[in-house]
């Protein structure tokens, strides 16, 4: 079983940054590709980014935050990060990290994630 528990969610303006953690607890933290997903209100979830287990050498972004937001982990600390920066009043949602079972790869297919967290807000005034 995997726990995910989201923070650094918050209120910024247009252009600015918010960097969102994602701890999660559980064993074999590093062999799990991990993802992030947003919801707005009214709106479907929409896949963010992804990154592959191990180094996490590989990478997905959806096109629409290609250049602003960057995915990052850290295996000692068990930790998923997205950096997100140039923020737009369109990036509003409610973020979610998602962990897929052990020695699988980065996708955006959220029905490949077996576990989700809670989530955490991000709110981008114009």
């Known amino acids: 079983q995997v726990q995910l528990v989201e923070s650094g969610g918050g209120s910024v303006q247009a252009g600015g940054s918010l960097r969102l953690s994602c701890a999660a607890s559980?064993?074999?933290?590093?062999?799990?590709?991990m993802g992030w997903f947003r919801q707005a209100p009214g709106r479907e979830r929409e896949f963010v980014a992804s990154?592959?287990?191990?180094?996490?050498?590989?990478?997905l972004y959806t096109d629409s935050v290609k250049g602003r937001f960057s995915i990052s982990r850290d295996n000692a600390k068990n930790t998923v990060y997205l950096q997100m920066s140039m923020l737009k009043p369109e990036d509003t949602a409610v973020y979610c990290c998602?962990?897929?079972?052990?020695?699988?790869?980065?996708?955006?297919?959220?029905?490949?994630?077996?576990?989700w967290g809670q989530g955490t807000q991000v709110t981008v005034s114009s």
């Open positions: 990154i592959s287990n191990g180094g996490g050498i590989s990478t």
């Open positions: 559980g064993r074999i933290f590093s062999s799990r590709a």
């Open positions: 998602a962990a897929r079972r052990p020695g699988t790869g980065a996708t955006m297919s959220a029905k490949e994630y077996d576990y």
